[in-house]
């Protein structure tokens, strides 16, 4: 082959190459563009997830408080009266249980 065809050989070649680049451009954009809808509905999924923590929270520390009150109230009237009422203990523990998992939620939610 005389260099003139050689040389338009090479420039297909080169073409051929290139082409086969825009076709993986194409492969990656749609990858990428699939991705970042799925990362989009995850990020969504977890604002709604800590909204919905947040609100379960709230109606939880209004709950905390007023069993906390009541169960004070309850523990010293007992011990006034020399009985032992079990669902004081049971209560102090789900308020302490509560206080420790918020503390670690507060992080989460935040």
Avoid: C, H, W
């Avoid at 699939?34 to 379960?56: H, N, P, V």
């Avoid at 069993?67 to 049971?90: F, H, N, T, W, Y």
């Avoid at 209560?91 to 998992?101: D, H, L, N």
């Amino acid at each position: 082959m005389d260099s003139k065809t050689n040389e338009i050989l090479q420039k297909f070649s080169t073409q051929k190459v290139k082409l086969s680049f825009v076709d993986d451009l194409k492969k990656y954009e749609k990858e990428l563009e699939k991705g970042i809808d799925e990362l989009m509905q995850y990020a969504t999924d977890a604002k709604e997830s800590i909204a919905k923590g947040k609100r379960e929270m709230d109606r939880l520390d209004a709950v905390y408080k007023v069993a906390q009150r009541i169960s004070e109230d309850v523990e010293k009237s007992a011990k006034d009266l020399g009985v032992d009422i079990p669902q004081v203990k049971q209560v102090k523990k789900m308020i302490s249980a509560y206080e420790q998992q918020k503390k670690s939620l507060v992080k989460t939610l935040k």
